[in-house]
């Protein structure tokens, strides 16, 4: 999903909302929690500049925001149920065969302590340490669109080893420490056991270094060009343990292709691309490469993927699951940016789900009509020639 929404379709686009809504009423008890959500998903689409319980409220109609804060702290409903009713819309209206499921984490930068989840942490949205909280995502990527199908907040040990700071911000004592890749894991297997139609899965360096993550994908059969860093270590003919950077260096000129994974803020994304086969003697009709990505402007700096696919798959298709990771940034850009991601004031673990539950269903939401809207365009072209 790419551009800005106009404050004309903004608007025109939330009278849709109520469809989407209305699959999912059923997790709401009561009337008031029903009609707040909706006013709150049509808040979070208004083009306000900031989307918090009062500017939310002040777009609803309300005196205040108390009703807001109830949606999100006190009234009983089922987050997580409002999410699988999202992801069975986004199967419905951008389901692909070929698609590719991405994960990455992004920082929602807070002030204070006392936040679910919140500590001075490496943010890669800042691109530093901040004080924040950091969220993982897994984003579904297919031809007809992209948006975030789940979420899972990361507590730091700091967090899980202290239960009364965990009680305090309504964190359960059945929550314990899990990592990064651990929620990912998760993420994926969810998204598997609910069917979602996709053929590949990626992810950042953060995710892709864990071996034994690559070892559970394919296990299950499950395709993957997740980014590593130089340091990684693959199974050769002459080594257990043979560096990446060492297969790359010794490639003749004639192995890398310069290709574009995709188009960019700044146009195509073109770099240098080669592979090496890696981990032989396993079954005949899966293979395992290295993907190499080599910068155009200085060949120094050298990018490295590992990929499991089937042993037909070729360089184009797998730079071009490579490049599917950057499907991810774009959705946490446009949710951020216009369905108020994180623009939220809750400090406690359910509050923030439920807020960014309903910021995920508008995303959703955008992106499906903004493929009703292409296919409509491609339709009238057509008709036109």
Not at 30 to 42: N, T
Not at 123 to 151: H, K, M, P, W
């Amino acid at each position: 999903m790419g551009g800005e929404i106009s404050e004309a379709d903004a608007r025109r686009w939330s009278d849709g909302l109520a469809e989407l809504h209305e699959r999912f009423a059923r997790r709401f008890a009561r009337s008031e929690s029903r009609e707040s959500a909706l006013a709150y998903m049509r808040g979070l689409l208004a083009p306000l500049e900031r989307k918090n319980g009062w500017t939310v409220a002040e777009e609803a109609g309300h005196a205040g925001p108390d009703r807001i804060q109830r949606l999100l702290n006190r009234i009983d409903w089922d987050a997580d149920g409002v999410l699988d009713d999202v992801r069975a819309y986004v199967v419905e209206h951008l389901a692909d065969p070929g698609g590719v499921l991405v994960v990455d984490d992004t920082g929602f930068l807070k002030k204070g302590v006392r936040s679910a989840g919140v500590q001075r942490q490496y943010s890669g949205t800042a691109g530093r340490t901040e004080n924040c909280q950091v969220g993982v995502f897994l984003a579904y990527s297919g031809e007809r669109g992209r948006t975030l199908i789940d979420r899972a907040l990361y507590l730091p040990k700091s967090w899980t080893d202290d239960r009364e700071r965990c009680r305090a911000a309504g964190i359960g004592d059945e929550v314990e420490f899990a990592t990064k890749v651990q929620l990912a894991k998760a993420m994926v297997r969810r998204a598997i056991d609910d069917g979602i139609p996709f053929r590949w899965v990626t992810a950042d360096a953060g995710y892709g270094y864990s071996k034994g993550w690559r070892y559970e994908l394919e296990q299950a059969d499950v395709f993957h060009v997740v980014a590593t860093t130089r340091h990684d270590t693959v199974v050769t003919r002459r080594a257990l343990d043979h560096p990446l950077h060492d297969l790359v260096a010794g490639l003749p000129r004639q192995k890398w292709k310069r290709r574009s994974c995709g188009e960019g803020a700044h146009g195509p994304r073109v770099y240098d691309w080669a592979r090496v086969e890696v981990r032989p003697w396993r079954r005949p009709d899966r293979r395992h490469w290295v993907l190499a990505r080599r910068s155009i402007t200085d060949p120094t700096k050298v990018a490295y993927c590992i990929a499991y696919a089937p042993a037909a798959t070729t360089l184009n298709e797998l730079i071009a699951v490579a490049g599917a990771r950057w499907a991810v940034e774009e959705c946490f850009q446009t949710a951020k940016g216009q369905c108020g991601l994180d623009d939220y004031q809750v400090r406690r673990h359910q509050g923030r789900y439920r807020h960014i539950t309903l910021a995920m269903a508008v995303h959703a939401y955008l992106a499906v009509m903004q493929a009703g809207q292409l296919e409509r365009g491609l339709d009238q072209v057509e008709h036109l020639t």
